[in-house]
């Protein structure tokens, strides 16, 4: 006797809430717009945490460059270490957080933009296809 290794749905839909209306054109390029929009919008986040941890590591660099010395200091540009004076060093770090913000906040613009236009396409998809369609992440 062999058992059936199927997975069942985790939840079942009453016959009430059934929707039996056909999927469209329009109907699947809203359904795959709203996939492509949140495919990016995991990808905005990851790019706007990766940014933000580097960030703090400029915050950490600028606070050890107030604590020093007044000596010469060794800052990394890409691959190259060069040396430069801290108050250089201030300079490049505060440019730096200026440039890494700036994108944060570019970024952060573009995830409210992606969550506007689900949330409109959301609205078309579920008056037309009820709780037959799962547009939520779990």
Request: aromatic share 6%; proline share 1%; charged share 40%.
């Amino acid at each position: 006797m062999q058992t059936s290794t199927k997975e069942q749905p985790s939840e079942i839909l009453s016959p009430e809430d059934e929707n039996e209306n056909e999927v469209r054109r329009d109907d699947q390029e809203n359904i795959n717009k709203f996939g492509r929009l949140n495919a990016r919008l995991h990808e905005v986040r990851y790019t706007i945490s990766e940014k933000k941890k580097h960030l703090e590591r400029i915050d950490d660099a600028s606070t050890e460059l107030m604590m020093g010395n007044g000596s010469n200091v060794m800052v990394q540009y890409g691959d190259t270490f060069f040396e430069t004076s801290e108050d250089e060093a201030t300079e490049y770090c505060e440019e730096e957080v200026e440039k890494y913000q700036n994108h944060v906040d570019e970024l952060e613009a573009e995830e409210v933009e992606i969550l506007d236009e689900q949330k409109g396409l959301k609205a078309v998809l579920y008056s037309r296809f009820g709780k037959s369609i799962n547009l939520e992440e779990k």
